[in-house]
């Protein structure tokens, strides 16, 4: 069964929801003419933001790390977005480099061996990238959700990153039926991998489907400790590193 007829549902607010998510990307553009990206991880949610972006004419840039790691499914989305929305995906890859030093040094399957060595490959594959797609400028955008985990039940729909960007989050106060109501409504372009219970979509290596009941990203980093989890992409307040992206991170 699809995850549009697993999920999708219209609950009480979700027009308003939908409304309120396009203010906040509305108010991103205003406030950051050409200096506000989407940094998209192509997952169910970044997917519903770029749709909005691309339906309103949003002056948003759309950019996504292309972490040499990720799933066929979810690289074909790049292709799949710029010929049904007719705008470019910024894709930022890791310095070539790095990676190879990297897995010459401590393997290919080095984020099994240690959280250190997982936050190694996450910091060459994704931080550093991640920086060069911020460089220059004043906010970003993400599909972070408050019901996506415990740790992400604070999410703001603005906030400021430890780099003193703002950080929209529009879709903040959606639901899992929210987004695959949108997502049914709009006939918006998801990965196949959804269908295949990943509720949250990253690195090949470094992502399962899951079981009912289980945490939304439980599918993640699973062989890892819950506080360990998260990849420094989102990580905000006092001793945040980097600050970003979104379900994919
Ligand atoms: S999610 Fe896994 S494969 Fe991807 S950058 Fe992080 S450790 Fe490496």
Request: with cysteine; hydrophobic share 40%; glycine share 6%.
């Amino acid at each position: 069964m699809s995850a549009t007829a697993l999920y999708a549902r219209e609950t009480p607010g979700f027009e308003a929801r939908v409304q309120n998510a396009l203010a906040v990307l509305q108010r991103a553009a205003a406030e950051h003419p050409g200096r506000v990206v989407q940094a998209t991880s192509l997952g169910a949610e970044d997917m519903i933001i770029t749709d909005l972006i691309a339906r309103h004419r949003l002056a948003i840039a759309v950019g996504t790390l292309q972490t040499g790691m990720l799933h066929a499914e979810t690289t074909a989305l790049i292709p799949a977005i710029e010929s049904r929305y007719a705008l470019a995906v910024e894709v930022y890859e890791p310095v070539n480099e790095s990676v190879v030093t990297f897995v010459r040094k401590n393997g290919e399957r080095a984020m099994y061996d240690s959280v250190e060595l997982r936050k190694g490959c996450c910091a060459i594959r994704k931080l550093e990238p991640l920086s060069r797609m911020l460089k220059d400028r004043s906010a970003w955008v993400t599909g972070m959700r408050r019901e996506q985990s415990n740790d992400r039940g604070t999410v703001a729909f603005s906030e400021l990153d430890d780099k003193g960007r703002t950080k929209f989050n529009p879709l903040a106060d959606w639901s899992w039926a929210d987004v695959w109501q949108y997502i049914a409504s709009n006939d918006v372009p998801y990965n196949p991998l959804h269908d295949q219970f990943f509720p949250s979509i990253g690195c090949a290596p470094c992502t399962r489907a899951i079981a009912v009941g289980e945490d939304f990203r439980s599918g993640r980093w699973w062989w890892e400790a819950e506080g360990a989890k998260e990849c420094g992409l989102h990580v905000h307040g006092a001793d945040a590193q980097v600050s970003m992206i979104g379900s994919h991170a």
